[in-house]
């Protein structure tokens, strides 16, 4: 599967991504079907034979046509927001398997979530709790809810998406989980379904993510000494992929982690990867312009930018950077700064890589799959990428790029 040279091209399951840029312009997100089915079988599997829902977190990619990839792989589906919602229920995603999480859910967006029967609403603090009980009764019903708890476990990456530390605003705190729960326990238009939590994202070992399952099943036992049962236990998402040096162990290692502490439970075990599925299973196409030497940096400004691909410039993430076109043995590489023509300093895609590289020649930036196309804006007025997904041979727009007209459709001008 993926992305692999044939003859010297740089290829998306077979197809050349020289032809993509051809037949749709760049920059271009590439999505490899293949790689994103890949990656899902490699929980499934690892999940085989128990009772588990692979709620795949729509912000790291939401594309409809990976929604609706996902969906038809029995995915369900953890969100963030009703423009989620709307994008699960656009591509044919069952609400049934949705869980709603997030600190800042609106009154509206409770009763959208309510009215479209999702499965959960992930409760962050007592008045969210509060807010979700008034709206339930206002619309008569009886909302399933799991407390996002904090277990205070270190995940031990970056900490922008660091999310489990008691100085987080996410989950409630541990400390007063006990107390919530017999609180939400005695609210008649509230049912504890589930409790979960999320620990942060990048993780590139188990360990913390079994420290914090041992935390939450520990917190279960107790709650069930109050009566309190769960139908789930949600363990979040969080599984690392490899951008540069990092070596996390495969998925079915991160499952079997968490498996170990289920051993004899009959909750149904929920997980929500988002990157681990998607990550490496797309790219960011993108062709250079110039060749810039500087007095103490060498440039390739490229026709991507901060706007395409933020993950540089807001983590100093690494992505790898191949070029389309396979260099040539003894090919006179130079070290460049890869950057976009977006003015500002943070506007890199890479920084001091060894290329072979002309004005016109393609460049991929891997590992774009996830928290790529997502996160795009159009700062300094830039039309949005088009994303391809490559499947059974064929290279599918799934996603037409922005016209110049579309970045202002919105505004109007006073009389
Ligand atoms: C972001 C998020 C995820 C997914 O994180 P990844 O690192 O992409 O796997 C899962 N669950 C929750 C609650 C999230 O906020």
Redesign the pocket.
């Known amino acids: 599967m993926g992305f692999a040279y044939r003859d010297g091209a740089f290829c998306v399951d077979g197809v050349p991504l020289e032809s993509i840029a051809q037949q749709f312009g760049t920059p271009c997100y590439v999505y490899s079907r293949a790689g994103i089915e890949h990656n899902f079988r490699e929980f499934s599997n690892a999940l085989a034979g128990r009772d588990a829902l692979i709620a795949y ?1 729509v ?2 990619n939401s594309n409809l046509a990976v929604l609706a990839l996902l969906s038809g792989l029995g995915a369900g589906f ?1 969100i ?1 927001s009703a423009g989620e919602l709307a994008r699960v229920q656009a591509a044919g995603g069952d609400p049934r398997k949705v869980l709603f ?1 997030g600190v800042g859910k609106t009154a509206s967006e409770i009763r959208l979530a309510l009215q479209s029967g999702v499965r959960c609403l992930n409760i962050e603090s007592a008045a969210e709790m509060e807010r979700v009980d008034v709206v339930a009764r206002e619309l008569g019903c009886r909302a399933p809810v799991a407390f996002r708890v904090n277990p205070d476990v270190d995940a031990q990456t970056h900490p922008y998406i660091s999310t489990g530390l008691k100085q987080n605003k996410f989950g409630i705190a541990y400390a007063e989980a006990e107390a919530l729960h017999r609180e939400a326990a005695l609210k008649r238009n509230l049912e504890l379904v589930g409790i979960g939590f ?1 620990i942060g ?2 993780l590139v070992d188990p360990a913390p993510l079994a420290a914090a399952t041992s935390r939450i099943t520990r917190l279960a036992d107790r709650l069930a000494g109050s009566g309190i049962a769960f139908a789930h236990i949600d363990v ?4 690392g992929i490899r951008y540069h040096d990092e070596s996390p162990p495969p998925i079915a290692e991160f499952v079997s982690a968490v498996l170990r502490e289920f051993v004899g439970r009959r909750e149904t075990l929920i997980i ?5 599925i998607a990550g490496d299973a797309g790219i960011l196409l993108t062709r250079v312009e110039y060749v810039k030497p500087g007095e103490t940096r060498n440039f390739l400004v490229v026709d991507a930018a901060m706007n395409d691909l933020l993950r540089p410039g807001l983590y100093d993430a690494w992505h790898e950077v191949l070029p389309v076109r396979e260099a040539d043995a003894g090919a006179a590489e130079g070290t460049y700064d890869v950057v976009g023509p977006v003015c500002e300093s943070a506007d890199f895609l890479a920084l001091g890589r060894r290329l072979d590289a002309r004005s016109g020649d393609l460049l991929a930036v891997m590992g774009a799959g ?1 928290y790529g196309m997502v996160m795009s804006s159009n700062y300094n007025s830039r039309p949005r990428a088009a994303e391809v997904l490559v499947g059974g041979g064929i290279a599918h727009l799934v996603r037409r790029r922005e016209s110049t007209d579309e970045l202002y459709a919105l505004e109007t001008i006073p009389k």
Do not use: E, Y
């Open positions: 977190s912000k790291a953890d963030v999480s999320h994202s990048q979040g998402g969080g599984i929500d990867p988002g990157r681990a996830a």
